[in-house]
């Protein structure tokens, strides 16, 4: 019975179980912090909300591909990938669109809420880290919650300098600078998902 695809059925029940865990706590945490982005008036967090819709909608794509079929997958992956660039090209806009309209950002609201999303996040990657020798789309997934956990300390850092200068500048920044990350985790999915298209991996043990 060494070919009854068995273990196989089980490791995409365990994904599906990881994905669907990591989707309801990315939603809810881009509700909350997009929330209190828009009540702090603050460029990070909502760029930070942003990213965590984004890995959202990478985890709810990653759990349809779950299972399926390798170009099934490979099309996904590359769903995700736009996703990515599509929300960091927002989130650009929205740091220009606050640097020309002002307003100052509450630090301690930047830090508390980037404290509760680097919990969230550590939960994620932890989570996720188990599956990311899988497909591309759990590798996609590892780079967003990865580079999620990356982007939560700088809010929390920038928050803290917001919080002692009583400036906006470090608010943009780490706001451009959690667009960049988003940018290029969709720039690197994209990529791997093209090498895989030409040099597509063994089909041996399915």
């Known amino acids: 019975m060494a070919d009854c ?3 196989l059925e089980a490791d995409s029940d365990a994904q599906r179980s990881t994905l669907r865990i990591v989707l309801v706590i990315n ?3 881009f509700l909350t912090e997009m929330a209190i982005g828009i009540v702090a008036d603050s460029t990070g967090l909502i760029a930070d909300s942003l ?5 959202a909608s990478v985890y709810a794509i990653s759990l349809y591909a779950v299972g399926r079929a390798a170009r099934i997958r490979r099309s996904a992956a590359t769903a995700s990938g736009v996703l990515q660039l599509i929300l960091g090209v927002g989130v650009l806009v929205e740091a220009a669109r606050r640097f020309i309209g002002g307003g100052e950002p509450v ?5 508390g809420m980037g404290v509760v999303a680097l919990i969230a996040n550590s939960i994620c990657l932890r989570l996720i880290a188990k599956h990311k020798g899988g497909d591309v789309n759990f590798r996609a997934s590892y780079i967003f919650s990865a580079n999620d956990v990356i982007a939560n300390i700088g809010v929390i850092v920038s928050g803290l300098i917001v919080k002692l200068s009583g400036s906006q500048i470090p608010d943009l920044v780490i706001g451009i600078l959690i667009a960049a ?3 290029r985790g969709g720039c690197k999915i994209l990529l791997e998902t093209k090498q895989q298209m030409i040099h597509p991996p063994s089909s041996k043990g399915r």
């Open 51 to 55: 990213d965590m819709l984004a890995d």
């Open 5 to 7: 695809g068995c273990e």
């Open 107 to 111: 630090g301690l609201a930047m830090m």
């Open 27 to 29: 939603a809810a945490m």
């Open 181 to 183: 990350v988003v940018v």
